[in-house]
């Protein structure tokens, strides 16, 4: 074992063994579990990254008792991590696998997964590299891999994820009375699941059950109107953030948290930080990008710029080095590598949003960037003669640059989030006198915090389920849920910032 393995390991526990927290908990009323109202978000974690590992220890050791993933988060590799990650903790006495609760999900499916079942009856193509199915026969396969990679011979609660996806089929026709019916079948078989005890209980985790507007919209009341065994639905999931307020406040009608509290249903949220904002998505940080203090963060944005730059200028010079290499005639070819410019000429555009910029130039600029390397190859081959690979320095030297430079200007676009969100921190403290006493120092983000504070002052949701993937990530969540006992939000703090226009 590496001495940095070592002594990560034995940091985290000495966390765990000296950590006294108090957390909020709440209790699933159909199951009589109690948890912890603040739970581990699984979602980008993965087996073999350390910090995971130790993020996921830190939490556990700190008092957090739930933990939601999936069997299709990291291609199963997160719920790989937990069932390690539990059996070393329970083995070495560090852990009560009894007072944990670990939720899973199924539903998004890879090429891999659909191998052997009937695409007319089993599963729906959403595009070419995904597919989703809730049948029976799905269900059971997903639920195998997850009790295996887990380590477990039950699954505390299975959801059925994401079924509005169904709705999206572009292999064949799919209406939401399909889905419906669709729904009712799988219950049953969920139903035996509970009864044979590879299950405690059953949920559904939907993006679209508190948003009646949307197209792929499906309905909590008809969802569970197809369940024939409701003592066995236990626990819905949806996104809830500042800025995606549906689950607990609705323009008319009964929200999803006022049906589950009739229904007795456990209620949990996800991406309380990764909002979906005027079609775009937004992250709720605001930490410094230098050593903490404001100098610092100064010097490191000011680096940011003077990197993008350099790299600007190498593009730049490289293109012009190839524009003088081909000859005059070939204009359709030096026309392609004109990269440099048209980013340049679109960093106002690009900076407005980072994942917008990363999605941009990952999946469109890059790839185009090596068609072009494609074109210039084949035309080294055949008009170089004896020299076709006259151009693989400059190939390797503008690839690298290229991508360097695809990076920067995705840091560069960050920078900017992070100031709009240090905006938006202080428009939280202007509307909440609860948030705006809030201590800020030793905070890694401080509208981290205050985001999940906030929603933890909404009594009607049960757990909210955060990302966690870094250990000051769980210590910034750690201290939210601390402060929601410690210093609670009123009801007014509640209400001035749901009133707030921006939101």
Known sequence: MAASTRLLQQQSRRYINTQTTKLPVATIPKLGRQVTRLGFGAYRVSRG????????????????????TASNFQNGSSETLIGDTLKDMVSSSELDRNSLTVVTKAGYLSANDIEGFDNAKDYVQINDKSFHGISPKIIESQITKSLERLQTDKLDIFMVNGPERMLMAKNRGYSSTQLYKDLGE??????????????????????????????????LTQVLESCSKPDNFVAIEAPLNLFEREVVVANEGKTISDIAKEKGLYLM???PLTAIANGQIRVLVNHALGTGDTEGSRASERELMEKMSRSFEK?????????????????????????????????????????????????????????????????????????PHVFDEWIKDYRESVCTLADDIVGYAYIDTLRKNSELDRILN??????????DEGLYSPLSVKSLRFLLAHEQIGTVFTGMRDPVYVEDAIK????????????????????????
């Open 49 to 68: 990254t350390l910090k995971h590992e130790l993020a996921l220890r830190q939490a556990l050791g700190a008092g957090i008792n739930i933990i939601d």
């Open 186 to 219: 799988t219950f049953k078989y969920l139903d035996s699941q509970v009864a044979s005890g590879v299950i405690g209980g059953y949920g559904v985790c939907s993006n679209t059950m508190a948003l009646p507007s949307s197209a792929d919209h499906i309905s």
């Open 269 to 271: 949220v996800n991406r």
């Open 315 to 387: 593009v730049s010079a490289l293109e012009s080095e190839m524009i003088s290499e081909l000859p005059l005639e070939e204009e359709g070819l030096t026309a392609k590598f004109v990269w440099g410019q048209v980013l340049s000429e679109n960093l106002s555009r690009l900076s407005q949003n980072h994942f917008a910029a990363q999605h941009y130039l990952t999946q469109q600029v890059l790839p185009a960037v090596e068609k072009d390397i494609v074109t210039l190859q084949n035309f080294a081959a055949e008009y170089e003669g004896d020299r």
């Open 430 to 439: 202007a509307l909440s006198p609860g948030l705006s006493k809030q201590k």
């Open 480 to 503: 939210a849920a601390e402060q929601s006992i410690t210093h609670p939000l009123s009801s007014n703090d509640l209400h001035e910032i749901w009133q707030c226009p921006i939101f």
